[in-house]
């Protein structure tokens, strides 16, 4: 009887052990899975910070695009504000200048006229002014010229805009037929001034010929 009872007892305890580390090994494989989840959790919440990081870097990035882009367009707002005063300036002395070349045509006209008078009165008293008519007529040319330099000049000032991109071609193009239109009443002047010579010679050749007749 002693024997079967410490039988007993043995299998008792050797199948409780069983049991008991059964059950402890159940409970190291919750614990793993549970750290393991665990671990994924925090792993997950890592990501997701540098995920955050990263859409507020974003942020930050497009923000300071922005605010370049506004400055670069604040920029160009007051160049282009600079350039049409600029160009109004310009514009306006080219004007002047223009005005004071339809000034001197028309001072010029003027002469022209009292020459062909003057021719007029020289020929009734017998003068020849064959030569200087025709050098009128020369110069009456020269100033049709210097009147449509003069124009084409106004035309192409007006034409310059300051929201084109080849305003200062526009410039120097206006820039360039206002000398063309002054270099055009030099010419007309100087035409004038050979048709006055013309009247003077011949005036002084036909006085001659009186005082010796």
């Keep these: 009887v002693f024997f079967v009872v410490i039988l007993a007892i043995s299998i008792l305890f050797f199948s409780g052990g ?26 997950d919440k890592l990501r997701e910070k540098r995920d955050e990081r ?47 070349y339809e000034a001197a045509l028309a001072r010029l006209d003027k002469i022209a006229q009292r020459i062909a008078s003057r021719i007029d009165k020289l020929k009734e008293r017998g003068v020849d002014t064959t030569e200087a008519e025709t050098a009128l007529i020369a110069a009456e040319s020269l100033g049709a010229v210097a009147s449509s330099a003069i124009d084409d000049a106004k035309l192409k000032v007006d034409a310059i805009d300051p929201e084109s991109v080849s305003v200062k071609d526009a410039v120097m193009t206006a820039k360039d037929a206002i000398k063309g239109a002054k270099q055009a009443l030099k010419n007309y002047h100087q035409g004038l001034v050979k048709v006055i010579r013309l009247l003077k010679a011949s005036s002084d050749l036909r006085s001659t010929k009186e005082n010796n007749e």
């Design 54 to 100: 990263r859409d507020i870097s974003e942020e930050k990035r497009r923000q300071l695009q922005q605010k370049q882009q506004n400055t670069r367009e604040k920029i160009a707002t007051r160049a282009a504000e600079v350039r049409k005063r600029v160009v109004a300036k310009i514009k306006s002395v080219f004007l002047k200048i223009l005005t004071r």
């Design 18 to 43: 069983s049991y008991l580390y059964a059950h402890d090994d159940d409970s190291l494989s919750e614990e793993k899975a549970a750290d393991k989840q665990n671990f994924q959790d925090r792993f």
